[in-house]
């Protein structure tokens, strides 16, 4: 692109496009500071016409339970149809969910139809059976930064419901996972959550506000979710609720009775067992439960929690599905800049550990209405300014973490919705090729996260760390391609131009512009 086209676009999107120094629009969360340049709702509405979201590709292990809820926005009542699904697995045409079980190992390429009366939507869905869970990063939500201590089986079930009502599901959030507190609270008199750990035959138990854990996840799967469950490897859990020590082969077996697909497995309390601090004694009670989990007739995904220790990036894909690389993002102390950056900035630098079923995992997204969780309270509306929500939920989506939502399922506003489900930002998270993206640039002022996506095209996150607006540019020469790129801009889902070796863009304070670039005969 010439360089006065190259201004014309730049300008004519610094006048129109609120996130990159456009003018005041409504601002939910607005820094009074800096509310010139706060964004208000980027990502546009979906269209009444079907359209297919989520991974692109979905693994499983032979012979084992299978469940995919299609994803996919549009005016209901809609119908689905799937060509080229493998021998065992049936589609509900009026819900979208397929489910089985497929015996034999291989790679099926189906393609996967959505209609209702606006038109109809196709789209390919590889299905690869085989040992790795997994292919894309999870997406879901989490219930501890809302609900802490005071989970219940009515507020997952609530969550699942919500996950449907809000349209997540639509965008592909399948998870509803049960994080601490749904054991008995070990030592606790309190008649909810104290009393007996286990039975006499060892078998763990759910406090009194989980009466019926197979129930529960019965009432998830019938929407086409999937539930997930939290247990630490020591004798007490974080919160000090029982833990899985000495009992893992049973509680593995415990969970898949339960029917969980998800295990976020922790360590606290494991300091105490462990023999030292090296990566093997790191590794051990991973080992023991990715052991055991193999065993069963269920697929779980493994989420190892114990904050990185021993560089747990190094080994964490010979034990689990993804591990968190740092400490509790909610416990994290804001700088210059809110807590998720410096979280964001040493999960990046993990980026060549990160593939399919195997993925860095830099804790929840924390935005809408949150608990803080130095006093584990009720919920408060999120103090991140517009810019930062967009920022945060590019950083992940770019650093092919899981995406969790862990903010209340309740009290899901218009804002919060748009940030957590625009599909262009989303289809870089589910990418199948896998990759993270590398850290392309790194400065006190800015960061410019590049990644590599499966048709060959670049994501590009361009960062704005400081306290004004800004101008960042990347070049061609700094992430390897070449040529004349078209850029897309993701959050608007909008065609920015054509543009030869370099682009730039203005971003807000703590804002980011987020682009797609691809070689422009590509499109
Ligand atoms: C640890 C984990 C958190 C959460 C709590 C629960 O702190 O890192 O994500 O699971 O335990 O007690």
């Known amino acids: 692109m010439k360089f006065r086209t190259c201004l014309l676009v730049i300008l004519t999107l610094l006048l129109t496009a609120p996130g990159i120094l456009g003018p005041a629009s409504t601002s939910p969360r607005a820094d009074p500071a800096s509310s010139t340049d706060e964004p208000g709702i980027l990502t546009p509405p979906a269209g009444d016409h079907p359209r297919i979201n989520g991974p692109r590709i979905y693994g499983a292990r032979p012979g084992k339970p299978f469940l995919f809820r299609i994803p996919a926005t549009g005016q209901r009542p809609m119908t689905f149809a799937a060509s080229g699904l493998p021998q065992g697995l049936s589609l509900d045409p009026q819900t979208g969910i397929i489910s089985g079980q497929v015996a034999t190992p291989g790679t099926y390429s189906s393609t996967l139809t959505a209609e209702n009366s606006f038109g109809k939507a196709s789209r390919e869905f590889r299905i690869v059976i085989g040992q790795t869970l997994a292919l894309t990063p999870p997406m879901g939500w989490n219930s501890w930064y809302i609900h802490y201590h005071r989970v219940s089986d009515t507020v997952m079930r609530q969550a699942a419901e919500q996950m449907i009502a809000t349209g997540m599901a639509d965008y592909g959030y399948s998870y509803v996972n049960i994080d601490d507190c749904w054991m008995v609270k070990v030592n606790s008199d309190d008649p909810e959550i104290g009393g007996l750990t286990r039975d006499a035959d060892g078998r763990l138990?759910?406090?009194?506000?989980?009466?019926?854990?197979?129930?529960?996840?019965?009432?998830?799967?019938?929407?086409?979710?999937?539930?997930?469950?939290?247990?630490?490897?020591?004798?007490?859990?974080?919160?000090?609720?029982?833990?899985?020590?000495?009992?893992?082969?049973?509680?593995?077996?415990?969970?898949?009775?339960?029917?969980?697909?998800?295990?976020?497995?922790?360590?606290?309390?494991?300091?105490?067992?462990?023999?030292?601090?090296?990566?093997?004694?790191?590794?051990?009670?991973?080992?023991?439960?990715?052991?055991?989990?193999?065993?069963?007739?269920?697929?779980?995904?493994?989420?190892?929690?114990?904050?990185?220790?021993?560089?747990?990036?190094?080994?964490?894909?010979?034990?689990?599905?993804?591990?968190?690389?740092?400490?509790?993002?909610?416990?994290?102390?804001?700088?210059?800049?809110?807590?998720?950056?410096?979280?964001?900035?040493?999960?990046?630098?993990?980026?060549?550990?990160?593939?399919?079923?195997?993925?860095?995992?830099?804790?929840?997204?924390?935005?809408?209405?949150v608990g803080d969780a130095h006093k584990q309270g009720e919920g408060t509306a999120t103090s991140l300014t517009p810019n930062e929500q967009y920022s945060y939920m590019s950083?992940?989506?770019?650093?092919?973490?899981?995406?969790?939502?862990?903010?209340?399922?309740?009290?899901?506003?218009?804002?919060?919705?748009?940030?957590?489900?625009?599909?262009?930002?989303?289809?870089?998270?589910?990418?199948?090729?896998?990759?993270?993206?590398?850290?392309?640039?790194?400065?006190?002022?800015?960061?410019?996260?590049?990644?590599?996506?499966?048709?060959?095209?670049?994501?590009?996150?361009?960062?704005?760390?400081?306290?004004?607006?800004?101008?960042?540019?990347?070049?061609?020469?700094?992430?390897?391609?070449?040529?004349?790129?078209?850029?897309?801009?993701?959050?608007?889902?909008?065609?920015?131009?054509?543009?030869e070796r370099t682009f730039t863009a203005t971003c807000g304070r703590h804002g980011v512009v987020f682009v797609r670039l691809a070689s422009y005969s590509e499109r």
């Not at 990160?354 to 924390?366: H, S, T």
């Not at 993270?436 to 361009?462: C, F, M, N, W, Y």
């Open 395 to 499: 950083m992940w989506s770019l650093m092919a973490s899981p995406l969790i939502f862990s903010g209340d399922m309740a009290r899901l506003d218009p804002f919060t919705l748009n940030v957590l489900c625009n599909h262009e930002v989303i289809e870089v998270n589910q990418d199948p090729l896998g990759r993270q993206a590398r850290i392309t640039r790194q400065t006190p002022d800015q960061l410019v996260l590049t990644k590599e996506l499966e048709d060959g095209s670049v994501a590009v996150g361009l960062f704005n760390l400081s306290d004004k607006p800004a101008q960042l540019t990347v070049s061609w020469a700094d992430i390897g391609i070449s040529g004349s790129q078209s850029v897309r801009d993701l959050w608007r889902q909008k065609e920015i131009g054509r543009f």
């Open 205 to 369: 138990l759910s406090n009194k506000r989980f009466p019926d854990m197979k129930a529960m996840t019965d009432f998830i799967h019938a929407k086409g979710l999937k539930a997930g469950i939290y247990i630490s490897p020591g004798p007490e859990t974080c919160a000090g609720y029982a833990g899985s020590y000495s009992h893992e082969a049973q509680d593995a077996r415990t969970f898949a009775d339960w029917g969980f697909d998800f295990l976020k497995y922790d360590w606290c309390s494991y300091s105490t067992k462990a023999a030292g601090k090296t990566v093997d004694d790191y590794k051990k009670p991973y080992t023991q439960m990715w052991n055991e989990l193999q065993k069963l007739d269920r697929d779980i995904v493994l989420n190892l929690c114990q904050y990185g220790m021993g560089d747990v990036w190094k080994w964490g894909a010979e034990v689990g599905h993804c591990w968190r690389t740092t400490g509790d993002l909610g416990l994290e102390r804001a700088t210059s800049l809110p807590g998720f950056y410096s979280i964001g900035f040493s999960n990046a630098t993990h980026w060549n550990h990160a593939r399919p079923g195997a993925w860095n995992d830099p804790d929840y997204i924390l935005i809408g209405w």
